[in-house]
């Protein structure tokens, strides 16, 4: 078995669904590249979090 048919099944096993596609994927990549900038410059940088726990914590809030 290759390796793509590996990580596929590996995949589908613990019934993660893939989406193959390809349709809308740049818009999605830009979307998903927006939403961490969001996050790192409006909330994790400009926050001042005394540990890793408290910032996981905290980012339920946004």
């Known amino acids: ?3 793509y048919s590996r990580h596929m099944h ?3 096993a613990k019934k ?3 989406g ?3 349709l809308g994927r740049v818009f999605n990549n830009i979307f998903i590249e927006q939403l961490w900038r969001k996050v790192k410059y ?3 940088y400009l926050s001042n ?8 914590a905290d ?3 946004f």
């Open 1 to 3: 078995m290759d390796w």
């Open 10 to 12: 590996l995949l589908l």
């Open 16 to 18: 993660i669904q893939v």
């Open 20 to 22: 193959m596609d390809g």
């Open 42 to 44: 409006e909330k994790i």
């Open 49 to 56: 979090f005394q540990s890793v726990q408290k910032t996981y």
């Open 59 to 61: 980012q339920g809030l």
